[in-house]
């Protein structure tokens, strides 16, 4: 691995903070409110990763694209949430109002041979009654020759009562979880995973990994080996986005109790695409 020159940006009045290696920027943590000009204040969004940057630095991430507002970039929402006797969702905007917002900043520095940034979110119902605590920790690895990676933990604790999660109803696609919706440049783009590569979309299919990969770069998602519930579902789309999407707890609701938090661990890779050769 090269060596590695972790540094932070941050920008209050934009709420994101930027973590670069030497003059490569890695990502953007968006921790403040975000709302694209001209799209309607019900989209306002928050604690999410965009950009997601490739190892030369450009945009791999899509953030509320016309197709899909509610998608941002690296994000992890669910589409059903059950909690106070009320269905809602985090997922795209649905009332009761429920979404994730900023608490404080746990950690953010470097380290011998990592960066480490740690936050701490509440997900507010109508704004207000925090129903859940959420601890995002990112471990920002060095560039090597092919790749970086980055291990990527959310904590999810329900406060206050039991919390329900659950992926879509809608076509018993399952979708829901920790998700990437790539830049224009992933349509079309190869699909592989451990079965090889992928002739057409897969929805609700277990995988234990998956990527997108152009001739230029690519991103792989992998499931920790302690991940509830394996082998995971999986969304994975190149038709009109790219899009990959583990697809958790799916079908099947999951239920959260205050002081029994979910721990769910991947390994984002960001690496060359298949022009680079061997």
Known sequence: AAQAQFTFVEDSAKGTLTVRDGKTEVL???YGDQLKPGIDAVYTQSCYIHPLFSLDGQALTDDSPADHLHHHGLFWTWPVVRTRGLETSTWEPKLPRLRQHFVRWLKREAEKDAFMLSVENAWK??????????????RIHPVEKMGRSIDLELTIE?????????????????YGGLCFRGAPMFTGAAMTTEEGPLKEDAVHTPFRWADLSTEELGITVFVSPDHPDLPA?????????????????GLSPVTLKPGEPVILRYRIYIHRGDAAGP
């Open 28 to 30: 953007t943590y968006r």
């Open 125 to 138: 119902l109508e704004e207000k009654e925090v129903v859940a605590k959420e601890i995002v920790t990112l």
């Open 158 to 174: 329900a406060v206050g009562g039991p919390l329900e999660l659950q992926g879509t109803h809608d076509q018993k696609k399952g």
């Open 233 to 249: 579902k999986w969304m994975i789309r190149a038709s009109y986005a790219g899009i990959i999407n583990v697809s958790w707890p």
